[in-house]
């Protein structure tokens, strides 16, 4: 179980230091030519990524928890 706990922490780790880059690398974009759909959409995939590996995390931890070891 503690090695289960320890994935969940580094999965969470790992994801804040992917959303923190793509992040940075999305703002690092010129988007003088783009048009406002194009940033919609550009700017929204680090903070759905955020909520994916939040989801993955709290999944996988209530799965170590229904299994009881």
Known sequence: MF???LNALVSGMV???AFVVL???ISGQDTSTWTSAEISMITIIPVVMGILVIVGMFMGLTKIRGTGK
């Open 3 to 5: 090695n289960q706990i």
């Open 15 to 17: 994801g804040t230091i």
């Open 23 to 25: 992040k940075a690398v």
